[in-house]
């Protein structure tokens, strides 16, 4: 069974600061890895999605690199900024003909002024 | 482009009454189709999923269903409900084995 951690559980971290966050994952058989950014009481914004054959994805500020071999994917956030805080997830979808994504349960990021 | 509608946003119904939460998906076809439900200070828990018109498969046994009798419609639903079932629940889509794509949630109280 498919189990994802993120750690830490929650970060503070001043503006301007780069940052990391953690996502590991026990299969490594996974079509895709995506991460998520939820917003107090809102729903889950979907930021960046790698596929298993690749080894990152980049988009503004962010960076999502993943190590399948290893379980591994984090997301980078550069030159932190306060409208960043939220909760981020990441979530991998299995290979094979699953539709089930299998959710961690977050790490809950600040970014004080 | 595809968006996706969820309401209500906000619900509060007494324990023992029926539930109806419905999603819409536009701008695309044959969307895979999913109800999550996130209790405070939980991870996201999977209870329904769809790959097509009449096709629900049930991953929590409780006492909600799920219909999907358009295509593009999902509904979430409760003959009685229980106070256990308070959360936030979510509708998402996807294609096929792509992005996953959330609405804004409905937040249930049931008192």
């Known amino acids: 069974k498919q189990e994802v951690t993120q750690i830490p559980a929650a970060l503070s971290v001043p503006e301007g600061e780069n940052l990391v966050l953690n996502c590991s994952f026990t299969d490594s058989a996974i079509y895709n890895l995506q991460w998520f950014r939820q917003d107090p009481g809102k729903g889950l914004t979907s930021l960046l999605l790698i596929q298993s054959s690749q080894r990152e994805q980049t988009s503004g500020r962010l960076n999502a690199s993943l190590d399948k071999s290893s379980g591994r994917s984090t997301l980078y956030i550069a030159a932190s900024q306060p409208g960043d805080s939220a909760t981020y997830l990441c979530a991998v979808r299995p290979s094979g003909t699953a539709s089930k994504l299998t959710f961690g349960t977050g790490t809950r990021l600040q970014v004080t002024l | 482009s595809q968006t996706i509608h969820q309401w209500p946003a906000t619900l509060v119904q007494p324990v023992g009454s029926p539930l109806s939460l419905e999603c819409t998906v536009e701008?695309?076809?044959?969307?895979?189709l999913y109800w999550y439900r996130q209790a405070a200070g939980r991870g996201l828990q999977l209870l329904f999923y769809?790959?097509?018109?009449?096709?629900i498969s049930s991953e929590v046994p409780q006492n909600l269903s799920a219909s999907r009798p358009q295509d593009r419609q999902f509904i979430l639903s409760s003959k009685k409900l229980l106070l256990s079932d308070s959360g936030f629940y979510l509708c998402a889509w996807s294609e096929d084995r792509v992005a996953l794509h959330f609405g804004n949630g409905t937040r249930l109280t049931v008192t």
């Open positions: 701008g695309t076809s044959n969307p895979n």
């Open positions: 769809s790959v097509g018109i009449g096709q």
